[in-house]
């Protein structure tokens, strides 16, 4: 039997079970969205950038029983939570948590491996945003490990040719994503907005060797 921690709560979400740490990261509507986007037809293989807590990758574990998937993660806490979230959903023998880090990911990957790559990458840029005293919240939010840049350029080596890319983002850096993947030979697909009582976030999906025209859905509202 998983163990929940005196620190930890386990909480329940569409049908999922989740552990996560009373005090540090836990994932946000954010997460839930993005495990929603892609269209998983023909995808047999993905990976998750920066799993967090693996809820990403357990949500998209129950949408296709065909599935398997690699979730990667840096942070020890956040490594020893994904692995036994996995573990506690019943589906290691589907997904696999990984410690490492993106910059070394030639050396623990083929190139070409993935049909998709998805990930919930830190939104705020060194010296933006406010950076508190949990190293884990940190490290989650702000580029301090890892860029934008480090993902897409990860995720090119990672997909297949014609594999697809999905990530959550400020709306206010949209273009960042949009001309990141261009840089790197992946086509942007769709746009679909987030809408509070703003536009915060953004749904990108993009396509490796892609050239075809941009569309952008109708946005979700929360």
């Given at each position: 039997?998983t163990?929940?921690k005196?620190d930890?709560?386990?909480?329940e979400?569409?049908?999922?079970?989740i552990?996560?740490?009373?005090k540090?990261?836990?994932?946000s509507a954010?997460?839930?969205l993005?495990?929603?986007?892609p269209?998983?037809?023909?995808?047999?293989?993905?990976v998750?950038?920066g799993?967090?807590?693996g809820?990403?990758?357990i949500?998209?574990?129950k949408r296709?029983?065909?599935l398997?998937?690699?979730?990667i993660?840096?942070q020890?806490t956040?490594?020893?939570?994904?692995v036994?979230?996995?573990?506690l959903?019943?589906?290691s023998?589907?997904?696999?948590?990984?410690?490492?880090d993106?910059?070394?990911?030639?050396e623990?990957?083929k190139a070409?491996?993935?049909?998709?790559?998805i990930?919930?990458p830190?939104?705020?840029p060194?010296?933006?945003g406010?950076?508190?005293?949990?190293?884990?919240?940190?490290?989650?939010r702000h580029?301090?490990?890892?860029?934008l840049?480090?993902i897409?350029e990860a995720s090119?080596?990672?997909?297949?040719?014609?594999?697809?890319?999905?990530?959550?983002?400020?709306?206010?850096?949209?273009?960042?994503?949009?001309s990141?993947?261009?840089?790197h030979?992946i086509g942007?697909?769709?746009?679909?907005e987030?809408?509070?009582k703003v536009v915060e976030?953004?749904?990108?999906?993009?396509?490796?060797?892609?050239?075809?025209?941009?569309?952008?859905?109708?946005?979700?509202?929360?």
């Open positions: 039997m163990e929940v005196d930890e709560t386990l909480d979400i569409r049908g999922v079970r552990i996560q740490k009373k540090g990261y836990r994932f954010d997460s839930l993005l495990a929603d986007f269209d998983l037809t023909g995808v047999i293989k993905a998750d950038l799993t967090g807590s809820i990403i990758a949500l998209l574990a296709s029983q065909e398997s998937l690699v979730g993660e840096l020890d956040l490594f020893d939570l994904a036994r979230n996995v573990d959903s019943s589906l023998d589907r997904v696999e948590i990984v410690k490492g993106l910059k070394g990911i030639k623990r990957f070409g491996r993935f049909d998709l790559v990930c919930n830190p939104y705020y060194i010296g933006k406010r950076i508190g005293p949990n190293l884990e919240r940190t490290v989650a580029e301090v490990a890892v860029t840049t480090d897409i090119e080596y990672l997909l297949r040719d014609g594999g697809r890319i999905a990530v959550v983002y400020p709306a206010k850096r949209c273009s960042e994503v949009i990141e993947m261009r840089r030979k942007p697909m769709r746009v679909k987030v809408h509070t976030v953004v749904l990108v999906e993009g396509k490796k060797g892609y050239a075809g025209e941009l569309l952008l859905e109708p946005p979700f509202c929360l």
